[in-house]
């Protein structure tokens, strides 16, 4: 840099008039090559091809940076699950998180995130994945939290608001109504104004609202234009409705098409200038795109950059130590606990230690995490649950029986005291869809990645939709022998989302566990021998049938949400489930008295006593759930609009209150595009599930 070179790097301390004077200094400063440079990704195929296709081995540029003026540059690292990038913390992923219920503890999870990613050299975190679980097929259901809006933004914005605390950009992702993941690249959502705004955009508005730095875009079509460059999305709703003062920036390849995303609000094309880059600096020049479009996403992706590098750091370096630390392994086995749902119990449960156990299912001694795509964490270990076992039993449990031998498997569970059956899917049957064809290897290439090593470079297709809802066969097989075989047996379900399993009854227990992390294996064993009390929730509803579900294609070109799905999609037709939205079962039992509500001019305050009637303390998890007078419009039977964890000791009680805003009250009216409040009574249900039988009602007048 010479001495006539104006230096706008940042340094701690600065205010918001010195950020805003750097950013306008650095906008007259870069010439439009060098603007236009600040909104793309640079160098992530031939860091790819330098790592052999290895996710995350090195930070990524992600937009911004001007080497000359010394502007900021923003390093990307991904993942829902922990830091893709090096060996970091692997946490059960954010569906198992999102049946923990726990803010609080999503908070800290995306705080050890945040330390973890400066750690390593970045700075813009991906981790946030709300998209709304409208069909339990799709392939990264494991990503998001639930099936319902309230919940995500709960989640989401906890998950968020952690991250930042080390002054890391969260991105929340994937902008918007992405929920099928074949063809994710083509298919066009049409959707109405009202379903829209009330059950696809209210999870994105509260994480926004929370503070996040940046948006991502999906990939899909909404109303004919892809969602990277959609005006209606990116600067009519976004900026416009929502105040969004941040960043967007696109999907990984193929987010945008047309320089002209731009101009509909797109600041950032990741993860290299394809359709940015030149072309964006030639319809500028033609007169195309105004230069004032390139000043206003400049504008916001340096005042992201100056304001979380000049903020003062919790603390004064990040190291490695602070990667998969022992608190962040402990917070991973914590998190594991928390979020495994105990969905049914014949007293089985829990263990005792002096049972003798047999263990089923080759999902028993697989480190199995998740999937293969972005969402990749390479952790020091894996726990797995024969592995978990046996330390937690001190010895060496060998597999009784698998898949692959049912006359084994059989006469092993006829001999059994109690047997454990691991079963569930792995990232052959669901995960994020990686076409063969964007591998950066050629055919001469010497050693192919590793299977777990990221999305790209394997050269066949990976991942996707699940079009089945079901165990695999042979899964399913091994449950039926060893359940006709032995009554003591115990079923773990490792999944990312529903599972329709019409062979519960036969089992003695059920304990869905989902993809529970590096820790996952420790966690199963003190959950199974009651050191660990069960206290997670179904973050969705799982049906008796695949007809009870919305229409779902993965390889649809096109495709119209509507208003309903899951628990409110099931409550419309009077379909009972085969477990509801918010079950879960404790080695305790909880009851609830007491329920009162009344009209504040805030919006609603309701309170409901909790009693511990059992003999060991639990966690319960509080439901309250509005239903609407549904007189002027459709209204789903009910709606979540609060949730919180209580722990009780045996015998004990606690007053919970809940506060329900105006806001959460409101329904969009199409004709005059605003929020209005139906008059009318208002139904208060609170309780332990969705289940209506398991609900207190009180009704209040607004």
């Given at each position: 840099m010479s001495d006539t070179t104006p230096d706008f790097a940042p340094r701690k301390g600065l205010n918001e008039i010195d950020i805003s004077e750097m950013v306008e200094g650095v906008i007259q400063s870069a010439t439009l090559e060098e603007k236009v440079a600040m909104m793309s990704g640079r160098g992530f195929m031939e860091s790819m091809q330098r790592t052999n296709n290895q996710w995350g081995a090195e930070p990524y540029q992600a937009g911004g940076g001007c080497e000359r003026l010394g502007a900021p540059t923003f390093y990307f690292t991904d993942g829902p699950r922990g830091v893709a990038r090096g060996n970091s913390t692997?946490?059960?992923?954010?569906?198992?998180?999102?049946?923990?219920?726990?803010?609080?503890?999503?908070?800290?999870?995306?705080?050890?995130?945040?330390?973890?990613?400066?750690?390593?050299?970045?700075?813009?975190?991906?981790?946030?994945?709300?998209?709304?679980?409208?069909?339990?097929?799709?392939?990264?259901?494991?990503?998001?939290?639930?099936?319902?809006?309230?919940?995500?933004?709960?989640?989401?914005?906890?998950?968020?608001?952690?991250?930042?605390?080390?002054?890391?950009?969260?991105?929340?992702?994937?902008?918007?109504?992405?929920?099928?993941?074949?063809?994710?690249?083509?298919?066009?959502?049409?959707?109405?104004?009202?379903?829209?705004?009330?059950?696809?955009?209210?999870?994105?508005?509260?994480?926004?609202?929370?503070?996040?730095?940046?948006?991502?875009?999906?990939?899909?079509?909404?109303n004919g234009e892809y969602c990277g460059q959609n005006h209606e999305l990116l600067t009519g709703i976004l900026r416009g409705e929502w105040g969004f003062e941040g960043f967007v920036h696109s999907d990984w390849i193929f987010g945008v098409y047309k320089p002209y995303g731009a101009a509909a609000g797109l600041d950032v094309e990741t993860p290299e200038p394809i359709y940015f880059g030149q072309n964006l600096i030639k319809s500028v020049k033609k007169g195309a795109i105004a230069p004032s479009v390139i000043d206003t996403a400049c504008r916001r992706i340096l005042t992201t950059a100056y304001k979380i590098l000049s903020a003062e750091d919790p603390f004064d370096t990040y190291t490695m130590d602070m990667v998969a630390n022992e608190e962040h392994i402990l917070l991973a086995r914590e998190a594991a606990e928390k979020s495994a749902v105990l969905l049914t119990n014949n007293g089985i449960l829990p263990l005792q230690k002096a049972s003798e156990i047999s263990v089923f299912g080759s999902l028993a001694t697989v480190a199995n995490t998740g999937d293969h795509g972005s969402s990749t964490v390479r952790p020091p270990h894996v726990i797995t649950p024969l592995q978990g076992l046996s330390a937690y039993l001190e010895k060496d449990l060998a597999l009784a029986g698998d898949e692959t031998d049912l006359e084994q498997a059989a006469a092993a569970a006829r001999n059994a005291e109690v047997a454990i059956v691991i079963v569930g899917t792995t990232a052959d049957d669901e995960g994020e869809f990686i076409p063969g064809n964007l591998s950066t290897q050629t055919e001469s290439s010497g050693n192919k990645a590793d299977e777990n090593s990221g999305p790209l470079g394997s050269g066949k297709d990976r991942g996707g939709d699940r079009r089945k809802l079901r165990l695999p066969d042979p899964q399913q097989a091994l449950v039926d022998t060893v359940t006709e075989n032995n009554p003591n047996t115990i079923v773990v379900l490792v999944c990312g989302s529903a599972i329709i399993c019409d062979w519960a009854d036969k089992a003695g227990a059920v304990l869905q566990t989902f993809y529970a992390g590096m820790e996952g294996g420790a966690a199963l064993a003190n959950l199974l021998y009651g050191d660990v009390n069960p206290s997670g929730k179904l973050p969705f509803s799982v049906a008796h049938s695949e007809e009870d579900y919305p229409f779902f294609d993965p390889d649809a070109d096109e495709i119209e949400y509507g208003p309903l799905h899951g628990y409110t999609l099931l409550e419309s037709t009077n379909t009972a489930p085969m477990f509801r939205f918010g079950h879960g079962l404790s080695y305790t039992q909880f009851g609830y008295r007491a329920l009162k509500a009344r009209r504040t001019p805030e919006g609603i305050e309701a309170e409901v006593t909790l009693v511990n009637t059992g003999n060991v303390a639990g966690t319960e998890i509080v439901q309250l759930y509005i239903g609407f007078p549904g007189d002027l419009v459709y209204r789903p039977d009910k709606l979540l609009r609060g949730f919180e964890r209580v722990t009780l000791d045996a015998g004990t009680r606690k007053t919970i209150r809940f506060q329900v805003p105006v806001k959460q009250l409101k329904y969009y009216d199409s004709d005059t595009r605003s929020w209005r409040i139906e008059p009318g009574a208002h139904t208060i249900h609170v309780g332990g599930s969705s289940d209506p039988a398991a609900l207190l009602n009180a009704k209040v007048s607004i």
């Open positions: 692997c946490f059960p992923a954010t569906m198992a998180r999102g049946a923990s219920w726990d803010r609080d503890l999503e908070q800290r999870i995306g705080e050890a995130m945040g330390k973890e990613i400066r750690a390593q050299d970045c700075n813009l975190s991906g981790a946030v994945c709300i998209n709304l679980l409208r069909h339990p097929g799709w392939g990264r259901a494991q990503e998001t939290y639930g099936e319902d809006p309230y919940h995500l933004g709960e989640m989401g914005a906890a998950l968020s608001t952690g991250i930042q605390t080390h002054n890391v950009a969260a991105t929340v992702k994937h902008f918007a109504v992405n929920s099928i993941e074949n063809s994710r690249f083509k298919v066009n959502v049409k959707i109405d104004d009202r379903t829209l705004r009330e059950v696809y955009l209210p999870h994105f508005k509260r994480v926004v609202d929370s503070g996040c730095s940046t948006v991502m875009s999906a990939y899909n079509k909404m």
